[in-house]
């Protein structure tokens, strides 16, 4: 909308460089461009503004598939007048000199001759295509014909419009129908997880076998261990036991060689001795052989009185007194007989 700021018999009207204005006076232009201002009397002016920016209309629109299945088509068209002027002659961009607002809607005529332009070529895109090859590479080729049919299309480019891209965002069936198509897809995304699932599943029992088998190896591997450990400690054992008795043995040996030196030492010694007392007794008779019987008659009394016990008190009586001085006496005469032969 152009800025518009009324005076006493006078207007002065301000566009926007994106704003191109056409100002008439009696049929004949006064002042046209894009981006003006100007005065101008309100009950004698005639005023046209064509936006001369990119726009963008939204199309969306139903069609029919060669196997009778509705589709919707949803798009942006992208365009720009180009040719203000021409513009101006064939839809009504008229404003009133006192708002500036367009008398009627001329954008609105203009989506609806794109929009419908857009769909029959559509329509003439998909009547040859299934509704799945519709959606799987519709896109493409309804872009392409609608492009080309906006192009081409005469009573587009006579109103001074160019068309500058064509985007088709997507095309869908029905609600019922769609869900029926997503449920292939969805099934192999399923199966796929299924799967994966199963393998992970899978993967864990070998996984945990692969656990199990190492922790039996390694139970294995200690009961050898422990095995071997038995067997060590057993000839440890054995070696110990064959040791000590052969220690013992040695010990025994060297004993009784002791034992059988320390004999044959008390044997010598015993034989010495036996020996020296009997030589010591040998002399001891050969001392005594030549000796006064008397002498010997002593030395027994003296012997037997020294292995006699002690006497505390003796009596002799007159009896025994007289028997040993008889004895004596006697025996002094056949020693003084003998002495005298």
Do not use: C
């Amino acid at each position: 909308m152009v800025h518009i700021q009324r005076r006493p018999f006078l207007s002065h009207l301000r566009a926007d460089p994106t704003q191109w204005v056409r100002h008439q006076q009696r049929g004949t232009v006064v002042h046209e461009g894009a981006g003006i201002a100007f005065w101008f009397r309100p009950l004698t002016a005639a005023l046209s503004e064509v936006p001369v920016d990119d726009r963008e209309i939204q199309v969306l629109f139903h069609v029919r598939t060669r196997d009778f299945q509705d589709a919707t088509v949803q798009g942006t068209v992208t365009y720009r007048i180009t040719d203000p002027g021409l513009a101006a002659t064939r839809l009504d961009f008229g404003v009133a000199p006192a708002t500036g607002m367009w008398r009627s809607t001329p954008l609105d005529q203009l989506a609806s001759l794109l929009t419908e332009s857009a769909q029959a070529h559509a329509v003439d895109a998909l009547a040859g295509l299934d509704l799945t090859d519709a959606l799987t590479r519709g896109l493409a080729e309804v872009r392409s014909r609608v492009t080309a049919g906006l192009t081409e299309d005469a009573r587009i480019s006579d109103s001074g419009i160019s068309v500058l891209g064509v985007r088709i965002t997507s095309i869908r069936a029905e609600a019922d129908l769609e869900r029926a198509l997503q449920a292939p897809a969805r099934e192999r995304v399923q199966q796929s997880a299924d799967a994966a699932g199963f393998e992970r599943r899978a993967l864990a029992v070998e996984r945990e076998r692969a656990i199990a088998e190492n922790e039996l190896q390694n139970q294995i591997e200690l009961a050898r261990r422990e095995e071997q450990l038995v067997e060590r400690k057993g000839l440890n054992e054995r070696r110990r036991a064959e040791e000590a008795a052969a220690a013992a043995r040695i010990q025994s040996e060297a004993q009784a060689e002791r034992d059988r030196l320390s004999a044959a030492t008390a044997a010598e010694n015993r034989r010495l001795l036996g020996a020296a007392e009997a030589e010591a007794h040998a002399a001891h008779v050969a001392a005594y052989a030549n000796a006064d019987p008397a002498v010997l008659l002593a030395l027994a009394a003296q012997e037997l009185a020294e292995r006699f016990p002690e006497i505390g008190q003796l009596n002799i009586t007159p009896d025994l007194l007289t028997g040993v001085l008889g004895r004596l006496s006697s025996g002094g005469g056949a020693d003084s007989g003998d002495r005298g032969r």
